[in-house]
């Protein structure tokens, strides 16, 4: 994976070509992302900030708004949840998919080249040229049966 340094110097970047200004509230989404596994809703995220930084003033508005460029330019990625909303990991891990439990909302990511070979042999026999995609299978996680 990238190192921090590097992806701050990127997320820089990005917030200069949109005319953004860099600030700590800004920087501390992204570091949270980077520091954290799993995946977390912009309220997650806002409540970890303030609890791990009380005395850094950051608004809602400004993790949801940041989470939005952050996986406009890949850096991050989303799993929608419906009307639940999004849950948000680094874009930039290893290519993964997701097991989702409908009751307790567990997450389990996963990958399997026999599902990865079949993808783009459909896309193959459409004439489609896959640059991307999502896996989410819902269900009950092992617990939640």
């Known amino acids: ?3 921090y340094p590097l992806l701050l110097e990127e997320f820089q970047h ?17 570091k949270f992302l980077y520091e954290n596994e799993g ?7 806002y409540t970890l900030l303030k609890q791990q930084y009380p005395n850094i003033n950051i608004g809602i508005a ?6 939005s460029l952050l996986e406009t330019s890949h850096i991050a990625s989303s799993i929608s949840f419906g009307v639940q909303g999004k849950k948000y990991e680094l874009g ?3 290519h993964h998919d997701h097991l989702i439990c409908s ?3 567990k997450i389990i990511e996963f990958y399997d080249e026999t599902i ?18 999502t896996m989410k299978i819902v269900g009950l996680c092992e617990n939640c049966q």
């Open 1 to 3: 994976m990238i190192e």
């Open 14 to 30: 990005l917030l200069k070509a949109n005319a953004l200004k860099f600030t700590k509230q800004r920087e501390l989404v992204l």
């Open 39 to 45: 995946h977390y809703t912009p309220e997650d995220i």
């Open 62 to 67: 400004t993790v949801y708004r940041t989470l």
């Open 92 to 94: 930039l891990k290893e």
């Open 103 to 105: 009751k307790c909302g």
């Open 116 to 133: 990865e070979q079949i993808q783009e042999e459909v896309a193959k026999k459409f004439n489609f040229k896959m640059t991307d995609h």
